[in-house]
């Protein structure tokens, strides 16, 4: 498979240049130039097909010009020793489970997979790369947890003070480990401003092998399409209608990798979300993202510290409101809906779910409510309810058991270093790796 960019079509590169560069020069976000099609691949798994052996798979479909099968294998079977989860709740509701990697959010899946395909590009081809993210916690816990022993990989990791988390002392890199945490006293957006002053500097980046773990990285993105086959490996058999998933909004990363892979060949009905201002309906009932207004010669360039995945979302349908309409539902959802959906979730089904679980639920009720069709929902939980501590114990008045990894996770760490003030600092630190 090759790649382009949303803004400039004559791009034509490889995963690995994709990849380590992240960002095309024009401002855009990296896309898939052409779709593999997959269908032999997804057609024919079943349940007794494992993740790790589909996300192989399909590595080794759209990566086959770069690598062969059993690297691709390789890549797959080191980044997931864990698996999503399927539950059937009733005949035509099922929940697709994405808490089950070492931090218990969904961004494990991504990270890991991430994390593999480039320990496995430089232990092939030698090599090393930095990645330079602000978090709050999760993301610095999941590349944590993910980069232990990985010999070609370092992380510097921007947080705002008091929001390290899910770190060990031994994954710092003054002792030994590959994570560089850096505390900034402001806020995230404060974080977020440092970054990304330093990809401006195009040579800097290059120079240092920067490169990005969140969705805006493509190999972030791509292996969360994995999600979808895998779910309908696990179905197909059950439902006998039009399948659909219902999904929290979040960036908007899980909703194109969807989408990627209903165009490998996935057989899929669409996406029910939550409506924000960023993606609602226009008053003739159509989807419409409010970023599509304004031309892409106009926009600002892709935001390397904030990953906002609708200009890719925009790409896929060449932003045609029209064909978006069968495939994106986004549905109004008040606070209150979203905590009856909580209540519900938990008195009928035993699952606790966060704010923006529920209001998935939330929208997929009311979607089939103005429904005459009859469909199977998948609702997909993003993350351990554990992030989620003070809305559940708000809402039900309890919490859940809490699993050993994700303890660790949410556990706050003191780095024990003096507070970054300048991009200078972080430049010099980044160089020192």
């Keep these: 498979m090759r790649f382009t960019s949303t803004r400039d079509k004559s791009l034509n590169v490889g995963f690995t240049q994709a990849v ?3 960002l095309p020069k024009d401002g855009g976000m990296y896309v898939p130039f052409e779709m593999e099609d997959l269908r032999k691949w997804i057609l024919y798994t079943d349940e007794d097909t ?4 589909l996300a192989g798979s399909l590595t080794s479909a759209f990566m086959h010009e770069e690598y062969s099968p059993i690297i691709c294998e390789t890549i797959a079977t080191r980044a997931f020793p864990f698996s999503p989860e399927i539950r059937q709740l009733e005949e035509n509701l099922f929940t697709l489970d994405l808490t089950k990697g070492p931090t218990g959010i969904h961004r494990d899946f991504g990270i890991s997979y991430l994390v593999s395909f480039l320990e496995t590009t430089f232990q092939l081809k030698g090599g090393c790369a930095v990645f330079l993210d602000v978090s709050t916690g999760e993301l610095g816990a999941s590349l944590a947890a993910t980069m232990r022993g990985k010999e070609h990989l370092k992380a510097v990791v921007v947080y705002p003070k008091g929001c390290v988390r899910g770190l060990e002392e031994s994954d710092f890199v003054w002792n030994g480990g590959n994570i560089y945490p850096v505390e900034i006293d402001g806020t995230e957006e404060d974080c977020n401003n440092f970054v990304r002053k330093i990809f401006e500097d195009s040579d800097f980046v290059e120079k240092n092998h920067l490169t990005l773990a969140n969705t805006v990285n493509i190999g972030r993105l791509l292996p969360q399409a994995f999600f979808y086959p895998y779910a309908f490996s696990r179905i197909k058999n059950k439902v006998h209608s039009d399948i659909v ?20 060949a996935l057989p899929l009905n669409g996406f029910v979300i939550p409506a924000k ?9 159509n989807p419409l993202i409010l970023d599509s207004l304004v031309p892409l010669a106009e926009r600002e360039n892709a935001d390397p510290s904030r990953a906002f995945n609708l200009e890719r979302l925009e790409d896929v349908f060449s932003a045609n409101q029209l064909m978006m ?4 539902f986004p549905i109004e959802v008040t606070e209150k809906e979203a905590l009856e959906a909580t209540k519900k979730l938990y008195m009928d089904y035993n699952i606790y779910a966060d704010f923006h679980s529920s209001k998935a639920y939330a929208a997929s009720c009311l979607a089939s409510a103005r429904s005459y069709d ?11 309810p554990a992030y989620a501590a003070d809305y559940i114990r708000k809402s039900l008045g309890e919490l859940p058991l809490v699993p050993e990894s994700v303890q660790n996770a949410i556990k706050k ?20 790796l």
């Design 50 to 53: 494992a993740f790790p052996s």
């Design 20 to 22: 380590m560069n992240c």
């Design 245 to 264: 998933y219902s999904l929290a909004a979040g960036n908007y990363s899980n909703l194109v990798a969807g989408l990627y892979a209903w165009q490998f």
């Design 374 to 384: 009859e469909v199977a929902t998948v609702l997909i939980l993003r993350d351990h």
């Design 413 to 432: 760490i003191e780095p024990k270093r003096p507070c970054v003030s300048s991009v200078e600092e972080i430049r010099k630190i980044i160089e020192s």
């Design 277 to 285: 201002e960023s993606l609602a309906l226009d008053p003739s009932g």
């Design 325 to 328: 309409r069968h495939f994106i």
